[in-house]
């Protein structure tokens, strides 16, 4: 059996981004010493026949822990929200779990390998969505000229799942922490911390994002030792636009020395003409050169 893992989950609806993952994946030799699952949300029954012959095993997600049936509203996917805090439970025995959302794909195996190097002696490999280029950080509403109102996404999220105000102040400022990729080992305790965090977020906020508030709280306030990841190895693009190196056809970051962009997430979507890019691969931007010029250009997996 291999020793590590790379697990994602998908709807039908993010089929094809979840298969140009796997594609990304396995376009690396090294991929073949490490296990890849899927967690099914929705899949239909073609698309599982076709993932079946990629991966090493499909399981339907489930809610580990109770919802009200009128949060959930039917979509199903939401599942993922809960069911990454779980992975051991689902695909047991493995040493290492790397999670990537299906939004996401490899561009470079050295963050694979850096993934799971993070999460040694029961660590979280993870990354915090800051870096050079990132102009806010947080959001405030300034009042009476020196007294503001916080919105940052940790404090916005804490106050409405009733998180006690003291750990919401301290999670305000904050640097945020994308959820859309990390590594934990399997016997890590970081898994339970994390569980017990996310059945209060759960409790009174809603589901979305739940999770990644629960991940915030667990390394903000309850002090999980954490191996924190550069900006590469969980590129957002909606956040910050790469460039686009055209002699060696890669995505680098935007400042230099351009590092080479290893995991790119296109959470929260990259809109044009009000169609987004996460489900219609046509969609293609404005992206800078390392030479200054400005090319079309889809963010998608494409090899």
């Known amino acids: 059996m291999k020793k590590n893992v790379i697990v994602s989950l998908a709807d039908s609806n993010y089929f094809n981004l979840l298969n140009e993952l796997i594609n990304s994946i396995k376009s690396f030799k090294e991929s073949s010493e490490i296990a890849i699952c899927i967690l099914d949300a929705g899949l239909n029954e073609e698309q599982k026949k076709i993932l079946i012959e990629k991966v090493d095993s499909i ?54 390998e850096l993934y799971l190097n993070a999460c040694k002696n029961g ?23 020196k007294i503001a109102i916080i919105k940052s996404q940790n404090f916005k999220h804490a106050l409405s799942s009733k998180i006690p105000i003291d750990q919401a102040r301290k999670l305000a400022f904050a640097p945020h922490i994308n959820i859309g990729v990390f590594s934990l080992e399997g016997n890590s305790s970081c898994w339970k911390i994390w569980q017990e965090n996310l059945k209060k977020t759960l409790r009174s906020g809603k589901i979305f994002g739940s999770e990644g508030l629960a991940i915030n709280i667990s390394v903000y306030i309850d002090q999980v030792e954490t191996e924190f990841l550069p900006l590469n190895c969980n590129w957002i693009a909606s956040n910050l636009l790469p460039k686009f190196d055209e002699n060696k056809d890669e995505f680098v970051e935007p400042f230099l020395p351009n590092y080479k ?7 929260a979507g990259l809109w044009k003409d009000k169609k987004d890019m996460r489900l219609d691969k046509s969609v293609k931007i404005d992206i800078k050169t390392l030479e200054n010029k400005i090319i079309q250009k889809s963010l998608r997996y494409t090899y």
């Open 59 to 112: 399981k339907k997600a489930e809610w580990d822990i109770e919802v009200p049936p009128n949060k959930v509203n039917g979509k199903e996917w939401l599942k993922s929200q809960v069911s990454r805090a779980f992975l051991p439970k689902y695909f047991p025995n493995y040493e290492k779990y790397l999670w990537i959302d299906c939004d996401a794909w490899v561009q470079d195996w050295n963050c694979i």
């Open 123 to 145: 660590k979280l490999g993870i990354t915090q969505t800051m870096g050079p280029g990132y102009r806010i950080m947080s959001k405030v509403n300034w009042i009476f000229g």
């Open 261 to 267: 962009i290893g995991i790119m997430h296109l959470a």
